[in-house]
């Protein structure tokens, strides 16, 4: 069973910091990439982080970019998203998902992690 868990998530004030982990079962973690999704209330589902195993690439968005670092750790199956510098904007459900490529449609996602900046 294919299996994407998300953890980390919480309640921080502005300036903190908070690291989400994927935990990924299932299928052959290093043929895909792994991408941080987040959706605020109100608002569409925006990609924020790639990182593609295969090709050794990270992508950021600009909303996080200088902020935010995605890392893998193939041993243990598992992609972290470290978060500095929070701003209340970052309010949102993290997910994560996993896809063949960075950018491309992603075949599993997780079920989501709530995370809450307090100004």
């Known amino acids: 069973e294919v299996q994407l868990v998300e953890s980390g998530g919480g309640l921080v004030q502005a300036g903190g910091s908070l690291r989400l982990s994927c935990a990924a079962s299932g299928f052959t973690f290093d043929d895909y990439a792994i991408g941080w999704f987040r959706q605020a209330p109100g608002k569409e589902r925006e990609g924020i982080s790639c990182i593609s195993k295969r090709y050794g690439r990270t992508y950021y968005a600009d909303s996080v970019k200088g902020r935010f670092t995605i890392s893998s750790d193939n041993a243990k199956n598992t992609v972290s998203l470290q978060m500095n510098s929070l701003k209340p904007e970052d309010t949102a459900v993290y997910y994560c998902?996993?896809?063949?490529?960075?950018?491309?449609?992603?075949?599993?996602w997780g079920q989501g992690t709530e995370v809450t900046v307090s100004s």
């Open positions: 998902a996993a896809g063949l490529v960075c950018g491309r449609g992603y075949n599993y």
